[in-house]
């Protein structure tokens, strides 16, 4: 097998040190903008717009639907205000987990049931994120930035012979 063999984006396997984390759709093609980023960058946002787009008509047969059964005013303005509500709720929380990791892990599988009701509200955060960068790039980037100067830290304080940094005053007797 031929080193290059691995998809484009990925890391080589024997590189030292911490490797970025993959993004959805993107793989590690964001650490440097390679590998066909710019062309994913447009179809995740054409995608993401496109299923949005398509949401809305599913919303609004199943809106039509509700007329159609004469279910009545009350109803359908409580579909629209939960709809819009959990729309909004999902967009937020999507936006945020672009920008830091969630303190709650537990509370964001907790609101996972609300963020799929709302899910136009991810698909819009998605769209307008990914006219920017990758979805999460910033936040991955920083994240791999700190890892990158910790590791070549630790890997500069320990280069050389911990015995020949004694005191400078000192000198060693010559062995004969």
Not at 72 to 83: H, R, S
Request: glycine share 12%.
């Amino acid at each position: 097998m031929s080193e290059n063999s691995a998809a484009p984006g990925t890391p080589p396997a024997t590189a030292p040190g911490p490797q970025p984390e993959p993004i959805r759709f993107f793989g590690t093609t964001w650490v440097d903008h390679d590998g066909g980023y710019g062309l994913r960058r447009v179809g995740v946002a054409a995608g993401s717009l496109a299923a949005a787009v398509a949401a809305c008509f599913v919303l609004r047969f199943a809106y039509e639907g509700l007329e159609i059964a004469e279910v009545g005013g009350f109803v359908g303005v409580l579909v629209i205000a939960m709809f819009s509500i959990c729309s909004a709720i999902a967009f937020r929380k999507t936006w945020e987990g672009f920008g830091a990791r969630p303190a709650d892990p537990s509370r964001e599988d907790a609101l996972r049931g609300l963020k799929s009701i709302g899910f136009i509200g991810s698909l819009l955060a998605y769209f307008i994120r990914s006219l920017t960068e990758a979805p999460g790039e910033k936040l991955r980037r920083t994240e791999y930035e700190k890892a990158r100067a910790q590791f070549e830290k630790r890997r500069s304080t320990r280069t050389g012979n911990p015995a020949a940094r004694k005191a400078s005053g000192r000198k060693r007797p010559k062995r004969g």
